[in-house]
């Protein structure tokens, strides 16, 4: 296949050449996160043309991407960062309680409080997303982590569709993965797939005396062993290597310590769909994939080939310039970018994550019909649904300062626990750190020195959430959308119960290290403050009340969901195709009617190759 140089706004420097001149491709797919790019190089793999947009640029070879540890300035980045600011609920009172409410001052610089300087503007709830090519899982903290056999078989069981079962979705996971960690062989795994899996060895024990001894007390309090004083290292070893992702009947109920898995390579640096778009390019330079970067998506032009048949997707429209979105830090109004046009043969995939794609759908039609003319949008196919169903897994933390600085912390690892609260499954994740972490806001995290213990969790298949929704602000497709969690609603008190036991948990492991670790006693700063967390305000409805107004998230889902034929509000059936027109399909994270296990990022590259293999299925 001849090809000729790409303009600048396509990947370079890779020896293989990229053709400006085409402009019809079998395939477009918008989006080049963990959903979107396994996707377009599957596609092209298949033997179609595939055009790739991405409305950043390629990063992937920053040593600061590469390094996870790094993970927090890589997000805080603004060469990749988009800012959105969202709300957690409708009460306007409430939302100011939140301490990391994000302000505009009018100098244009932020402030982060409760005692925002006058004239200063409220914008909301920080809430990083990543534009660079391989989305979010460029920024991320790679954690590897597979959802419940549940949430798979829950969508099996709404839509019909068998294909979705946990045994199934296991195969698939089987053959993306190339595990780096394990025995070659190890069942329930894969070792040929396209994206590397790796986790710390735990060599690090016997050398961090501190860590150890933390590890000792978490290992006991979480019932991994009997008596932590009786444990040796190579005991600790054992925990620190279990497999969080191991094909066990119950592996859904284990709970106790993990190794912390990770998407990174047999060297532990990041690998993200970013390296499997470029190894795909230089391994085949005529593969039929063209890849283009600092290209937004605006629109998408329809065909109506019959009053009796639905509109097709034809063409779509897209503007080329860097930082072309306004949630981009770098957004200039007057800068100079271009607008480009291609034509769509047979699909268009969009990929754009649960806050752009339901932005993308109803600016092109699709949506709540009610919404669109409000404004002034020619309704293409009224899907309530669309934007609706926003959810996440709730997040937060305990904070403290111990008596003095920790001496080798050691590395990552996993502890889940199963709560009173729980319907069957483990459902609370969390990791303890040497650093500040509580969530999110420009410049995060807090600096508390080398005294400070936090233990954040993620509790998982939260029963409150998905009451959110991703509306308009207007017709400009470059202004970022209005995103409102609304948390906390039915199903609260279940939440806030498994949430406050996290706590609990956190807080007893600081008093069970030993007095010689010199270590304690502990002053809590937050949810409860004081020595040993002993504030006399701070029982447990105190501290599910900080809880409710202080939990963050950062992995939001589905906003474009899938459901069964039946259900008025589902936008996508059980292939990905959106409802009420042709030739369009949603593969992201906004495709799950409940938010996916701890971390979305390993789902959703799941349903990647699940998608190639229904869309290639269909297109034969």
């Not at 735990?202 to 290992?219: F, H, M, P, R, Y």
């Not at 926003?390 to 050691?410: C, H, I, R, T």
């Not at 009451?467 to 008190?493: H, K, Y």
């Amino acid at each position: 296949m001849l090809r000729t140089v790409a303009i600048s706004s396509l990947i370079l420097g890779l020896g293989v050449n990229y053709a400006a001149s085409q402009n019809e491709f079998d395939y477009i797919v918008v989006g080049s996160g963990p959903g979107g790019g396994p996707l377009a190089v599957d596609l092209a793999k298949g033997g179609h043309t595939v055009l790739l947009l991405e409305a950043g640029d390629d990063l992937s070879e920053d040593p600061l991407y590469e390094d996870i540890n790094r993970a927090t300035e890589a997000s805080n980045d603004p060469r990749s960062r988009w800012d959105f600011f969202v709300k957690h609920s409708d009460d306007p009172e409430q939302e100011l309680k939140y301490k990391h409410m994000t302000w505009r001052n009018t100098d244009g610089s932020f402030y982060v409080g409760l005692d925002p300087p006058e004239g200063a503007e409220q914008l909301g709830i920080y809430y990083p997303r990543a534009a660079t090519l391989g989305g979010c899982a460029m920024h991320n903290a790679a954690v590897f982590h597979l959802p419940s056999d549940d949430n798979w078989n829950y969508i099996a069981d709404i839509t019909g569709d068998d294909s979705w079962r946990a045994p199934e979705m296991r195969k698939i996971f089987e053959e993306i993965e190339n595990n780096h960690y394990l025995a070659n062989g190890t069942a329930g795994h894969g070792f040929s797939g396209w994206l590397d899996s790796n986790q710390d060895t735990g060599s690090w024990l016997g050398n961090a005396t501190d860590g150890t001894e933390l590890l000792k007390v978490i290992a006991e309090s979480s019932g991994s062993v009997g008596n932590s004083s009786a444990i040796s290292d190579a005991d600790l070893r054992t925990l620190v290597n279990r497999d969080i992702n191991g094909p066990e009947p119950n592996r859904d109920q284990l709970t106790g310590v993990f190794g912390m898995a990770t998407h990174t390579d047999a060297a532990g640096h990041r690998f993200s769909p970013a390296n499997y778009i470029k190894q795909a390019l230089k391994e085949n330079p005529d593969l039929p994939l063209q890849v283009r970067l600092n290209s937004f998506l605006t629109n998408i032009q329809w065909d109506q080939l019959s009053a009796e048949q639905p509109p097709a997707v034809m063409a779509i429209d897209y503007v080329v310039g860097p930082s072309a979105y306004k949630a981009d830090p770098r957004y200039d109004p007057g800068q100079n970018t271009t607008t480009g046009f291609s034509w769509v043969a047979k699909e268009l995939i969009i990929a754009g994550g649960a806050f752009n794609t339901p932005q993308i759908l109803k600016l092109s039609g699709i949506g709540p019909a009610e919404e669109l003319q409000k404004h002034n949008i020619t309704v293409v196919s009224d899907v309530p649904g669309v934007g609706e169903n926003l959810g996440d897994n709730y997040e937060g933390g305990v904070l403290s300062m111990a008596s003095k600085p920790f001496e080798g912390f050691g590395n990552r690892y996993v502890v889940q626990l199963k709560t009173s609260a729980s319907e069957g499954n483990r459902d609370i994740f969390l990791w303890p750190l040497n650093s500040g972490f509580e969530g999110f806001w420009p410049g995060y995290p807090d600096n508390y020195g080398p005294n400070v213990l936090t233990t954040p969790f993620v509790h998982m298949d939260p029963r409150s959430s998905n009451g959110g929704s991703v509306t308009l602000r207007s017709a400009d497709p470059l202004e970022p959308p209005e995103i409102n969690f609304r948390f906390f609603g039915n199903g609260s008190e279940e939440d806030l119960q498994a949430m406050l036991e996290a706590v609990k948990f956190a807080q007893k492991v600081k008093t069970l290290l030993p007095e010689s670790s010199g270590l304690a006693p502990f002053e809590e700063r937050h949810p409860c403050a004081g020595v040993g967390g002993a504030a006399a305000d701070c029982g447990d409805e105190a501290i599910k009340e900080y809880l409710k107004l202080q939990t963050y998230s950062h992995h939001a889902s589905g906003t474009c969901r899938i459901g069964g034929a039946d259900d008025p509000m589902a936008v996508l059936d059980s292939k990905f195709r959106v409802k009420g027109v042709n030739r369009l399909r949603v593969v992201d994270a906004s495709v799950f009617p409940k938010p996916p296990g701890a971390f979305p990022v390993l789902p959703t590259f799941m349903i990647s190759k699940k998608a190639a293999k229904v869309i290639l299925e269909d297109g034969r």
